[in-house]
């Protein structure tokens, strides 16, 4: 098993909530990624980091933020939740970018 | 732009018999290739990846994948399938130099081992 992990695994909140959906990591990893995953099982890539102070948005726009402070922590910020957020998210790390990347087990997010 | 395509949504396989779930991609330069397997309710699982050298890649669980490059292919093979293998594949591609650093995913196969 690999050393990350997300809280919480599983969250159901009402449209407008704001909601911070967390990440951590203990393998020194600079590299760090959200990904969302769709009902359709698709993925995509949303926000990407290379270390404390850098965050990239990526292929796939995404209302929410991230922020990097800590090299081990990334947390994913959503100001104010819709149904369109309902999606599973999945954090994850590397070494470095063609090294494989650890994922964490994901958060299931159903926004009503 | 760099796209990943596998054609099959499922594959259905009898336990023993050979498996392949199928992979190809388009990219401008080299490729770098990646096997994830998803159970349900859990993240993803690398399997194997090819970044250069030998077109045969061995990886987890008995796994091996083939890279061809004249037909852009990166397809999944087992000799001997398990009902254990049944789960959802993701076939990958880095993107980098220029675009998000991250991979670039296919829609994921069903791979089903029957009994």
């Known amino acids: 098993e690999a050393d990350i992990y997300q809280t919480p695994r599983y969250l159901v909140i009402g449209t407008g909530k704001k909601i911070t959906l967390e990440c951590s990591q203990t393998?020194?990893?600079?590299?760090m990624y959200w990904y969302q995953q769709d009902p359709g099982m698709e993925l995509h890539l949303i926000h990407y980091s290379y270390g404390v102070n850098s965050t990239e948005k990526g292929d796939l726009s995404s209302e929410s933020t991230v922020s990097r402070i800590r090299t081990e922590h990334f947390p994913l910020t959503l100001e104010s939740a819709r149904p369109s957020h309902t999606s599973q998210y999945l954090c994850?790390?590397?070494?470095?970018?063609?090294?494989?990347?650890?994922f964490g087990p994901g958060t299931r997010l159903t926004v009503l | 732009a760099q796209s990943v395509a596998q054609p099959e949504d499922q594959v259905n396989v009898a336990e023993g018999n050979p498996l392949t779930v199928k992979c190809t991609y388009s990219v401008s330069g080299n490729p770098y290739l990646f096997w994830y397997v998803q159970y349900p309710n859990r993240g993803l699982q690398f399997l194997l990846k090819?970044?250069?050298?030998d077109n045969l890649v061995k990886g987890s669980y008995g796994f091996e994948a083939e890279f061809n490059k004249s037909q852009t292919s990166f397809h999944l093979k087992k000799p001997s399938a398990l009902v254990s293998d049944s789960a959802l594949y993701f076939c990958?591609?880095?993107?980098w130099g220029g675009g998000a650093d991250g991979l670039t995913f296919g829609k994921g196969t069903h791979l089903i081992i029957q009994p």
């Open positions: 994850a790390s590397t070494l470095a970018s063609y090294n494989e990347q650890f």
């Open positions: 393998m020194g990893h600079d590299k």
């Open positions: 990958a591609l880095l993107s």
């Open positions: 090819y970044i250069t050298g």
